[in-house]
């Protein structure tokens, strides 16, 4: 039986009946199957795990963004039910942050001006003010996400480090429909048309990464790709090759090095990321 907590009191009055050993997946709700599999990764270690809903203000730069964020509660508790999950975590952002936590400040340099840090100011802040709050209210050992934030589990990584060190971080690979086109809460936005062209972007990602495999540099891998992403009319926000963890630029693949693709850009007005980790 789901058992839902709506407030932080809630929340800290039976937190200590759940025990020492508590999975947490952190989620704007919305659910689908990317959702399905991190739960059931976060399960399969764990069977008292805990979910959270909550469409964080604080994480939208763009307003518009915020106030058309798919909703689906109803939905979505289902699928919490159907998987086992024990536990929810509701509040609204007044109970979350009213006479709030006060969190640290967190250093993720240089992780907060690139990228997803970038394209969307004060992104990060908000991500970090969140999970600093969850996971300072929840007190997980075990926390999921998902690949396909790769900068976002990056961000996690060093908030963890800095104020969490018991916590393990898990990375759950990206769950892709059958075109490849990574899961997303955002897909519902785009249309039939629209959803066949996306999937261009995993297709892309593999052949650069299998053009830099054979040697090619990243800009020649990058430019021949480049018109793919037109004819699907994909405008590209950046597609970079890049070293984990700090997400610094590479020109050339190096195999001793973790590297990754990263993609951002926007179709039909949504906005859709991706990457793929090289191995
Ligand atoms: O990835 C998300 O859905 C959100 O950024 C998260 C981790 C739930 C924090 O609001």
Same mark, same amino acid.
């Given at each position: 039986?789901?058992?839902?907590?709506?407030?932080? #009191?809630?929340?800290?009055?039976?937190?200590?009946?759940?025990?020492?050993?508590?999975?947490?997946?952190?989620?704007? *709700?919305?659910?689908?199957?990317?959702?399905?599999?991190?739960?059931?990764?976060?399960?399969?270690?764990?069977?008292?795990?805990?979910?959270?809903?909550?469409?964080?203000?604080?994480?939208?730069?763009?307003?518009?963004?915020?106030?058309?964020?798919?909703?689906?509660?109803?939905?979505?508790?289902?699928?919490?039910?159907?998987? *086992?999950?024990?536990?929810?975590?509701? !509040?609204? !952002?007044?109970?979350?942050?009213?006479?709030?936590?006060?969190?640290?400040?967190?250093?993720?340099? !240089?992780?907060?001006?690139?990228?997803?840090?970038?394209?969307? !100011?004060?992104?990060?802040?908000?991500?970090?003010?969140?999970?600093?709050?969850?996971?300072?209210?929840?007190?997980?050992?075990?926390?999921?996400?998902?690949?396909?934030?790769?900068?976002?589990?990056?961000?996690?990584?060093?908030?963890?480090?800095?104020?969490?060190?018991?916590?393990?971080?898990?990375? +759950?690979?990206?769950?892709? #429909?059958?075109?490849?086109?990574?899961?997303?809460?955002?897909?519902?936005?785009?249309?039939?048309?629209?959803?066949?062209?996306?999937?261009?972007?995993?297709?892309?990602?593999?052949e650069?990464g299998g053009n830099?495999d $054979?040697?090619?540099?990243? $800009?020649?891998?990058?430019?021949?790709?480049? #018109?793919?992403?037109?004819? +699907?009319?994909?405008?590209?926000?950046?597609?970079?090759?890049? $070293?984990?963890?700090?997400?610094?630029?590479?020109?050339?693949?190096?195999?001793?090095?973790?590297?990754?693709?990263?993609?951002? *850009?926007?179709?039909?007005?949504?906005?859709?990321?991706? $990457?793929?980790?090289?191995?």
């Amino acid at each position: 039986m789901l058992t839902i907590f709506q407030t932080r #009191e809630e929340i800290q009055a039976y937190r200590h009946q759940l025990g020492d050993d508590l999975a947490f997946v952190p989620t704007m *709700g919305a659910l689908h199957r990317g959702h399905s599999s991190l739960l059931a990764s976060a399960m399969e270690h764990n069977p008292i795990t805990m979910c959270s809903i909550f469409v964080n203000p604080l994480q939208f730069g763009n307003v518009n963004d915020l106030d058309t964020y798919p909703k689906t509660l109803e939905a979505d508790i289902d699928l919490l039910g159907k998987e *086992g999950v024990r536990f929810l975590f509701m !509040p609204t !952002p007044e109970d979350l942050y009213g006479a709030g936590v006060d969190s640290p400040k967190i250093d993720i340099a !240089p992780l907060h001006d690139i990228y997803e840090g970038k394209m969307r !100011p004060g992104h990060f802040d908000g991500v970090l003010k969140v999970l600093y709050t969850f996971f300072h209210l929840i007190q997980p050992n075990h926390v999921f996400f998902g690949q396909k934030d790769l900068q976002q589990c990056m961000v996690v990584e060093k908030l963890i480090a800095q104020c969490f060190p018991m916590m393990e971080l898990h990375i +759950c690979e990206t769950v892709r #429909e059958e075109s490849g086109l990574a899961m997303s809460s955002r897909n519902t936005r785009l249309s039939e048309e629209g959803k066949i062209h996306a999937a261009q972007i995993f297709k892309s990602l593999n052949e650069i990464g299998g053009n830099l495999d $054979n040697g090619m540099d990243f $800009n020649e891998a990058f430019n021949l790709s480049k #018109e793919h992403f037109a004819s +699907c009319r994909i405008e590209i926000e950046y597609l970079d090759l890049i $070293n984990l963890p700090n997400m610094d630029a590479a020109s050339h693949r190096k195999k001793e090095t973790r590297q990754a693709l990263v993609f951002a *850009g926007v179709l039909e007005g949504v906005r859709l990321i991706d $990457n793929v980790i090289l191995d």
